[in-house]
């Protein structure tokens, strides 16, 4: 199977009259990027990252991401980046197939709509790309999250009991999937 990175680029006005670009992430969004990042770590919740990238090395992360056909889609408003969507395909030539799924958006660029519109220009980009299947994982107390999830069509493919321990309580991790052609439209 023959693939190719199809950039896509998607603009809309989110719910609160916020104009948004969905777009490819460039170098220059490095600084952003860890900046924002450094914020969600430290209320350490629902992202598994303990230490920022530095701007080098989010610069030569972005690098990879283009040079292996990966998705770095970020959420740009105003010419600042105020979240990521990601899908890294498996290095393997069998699990070329498949991509991760990773995502956050920065408080400010919550409950605006920017989930949904994540969501669907993921899904278009896998489709264009040639991807068949897509796993994320989940913590089973972000509720929201998962929520969204399951709208689009995740399905639960599996669940690692106390798998992680945050904020002094354990929580469960859920593995989720989404088959592009069972759901296609």
Same mark, same amino acid.
């Given at each position: 199977?023959?693939?190719?990175?199809?950039?896509?680029?998607?603009?809309?006005?989110?719910? #609160? $009259?916020?104009?948004?670009?969905?777009?490819?992430?460039? %170098?220059?969004?490095?600084?952003?990027?860890?900046?924002?990042?450094?914020?969600?770590?430290?209320?350490?919740?629902?992202?598994?990252?303990? /230490?920022?990238?530095?701007? #080098?090395?989010?610069?030569?992360?972005?690098?990879?991401?283009? #040079? %292996?056909?990966?998705? @770095?889609?970020?959420?740009?408003?105003?010419?600042?980046?105020? $979240?990521?969507?990601?899908?890294? /395909?498996?290095?393997?030539?069998?699990? /070329? +197939?498949?991509?991760?799924?990773?995502? *956050?958006?920065?408080?400010?660029?919550?409950? %605006?709509?920017?989930?949904?519109?994540?969501?669907?220009?993921?899904?278009? *980009?896998?489709? +264009?790309n040639g991807l068949y299947k897509i796993c994320l994982t989940v913590f089973s107390q972000n509720t929201v999250a998962?929520?969204l999830y399951e709208k689009y069509g995740f399905v639960t493919e599996g669940i690692q009991k106390e798998q992680v321990?945050?904020?002094?309580? @354990?929580?469960?991790?859920?593995?989720?999937?989404?088959?592009?052609?069972?759901?296609?439209?």
């Open positions: 199977m023959t693939v190719e990175n199809k950039p896509i680029e998607m603009t809309f006005t989110a719910k #609160d $009259g916020t104009e948004v670009t969905l777009r490819p992430a460039q %170098k220059d969004d490095a600084f952003d990027i860890i900046t924002n990042v450094e914020k969600i770590i430290q209320k350490g919740r629902y992202i598994q990252k303990e /230490r920022v990238r530095t701007i #080098d090395e989010e610069q030569t992360f972005i690098q990879e991401m283009i #040079d %292996k056909n990966n998705m @770095y889609t970020v959420v740009d408003i105003d010419g600042r980046v105020f $979240g990521i969507a990601r899908l890294i /395909r498996g290095d393997l030539k069998m699990k /070329r +197939h498949t991509a991760l799924f990773r995502t *956050w958006l920065t408080d400010d660029a919550q409950g %605006k709509g920017l989930g949904k519109k994540l969501m669907e220009y993921t899904l278009e *980009w896998a489709r +264009h998962k929520q321990y945050v904020d002094g309580e @354990y929580d469960d991790e859920v593995f989720m999937a989404y088959f592009i052609e069972e759901n296609q439209q």
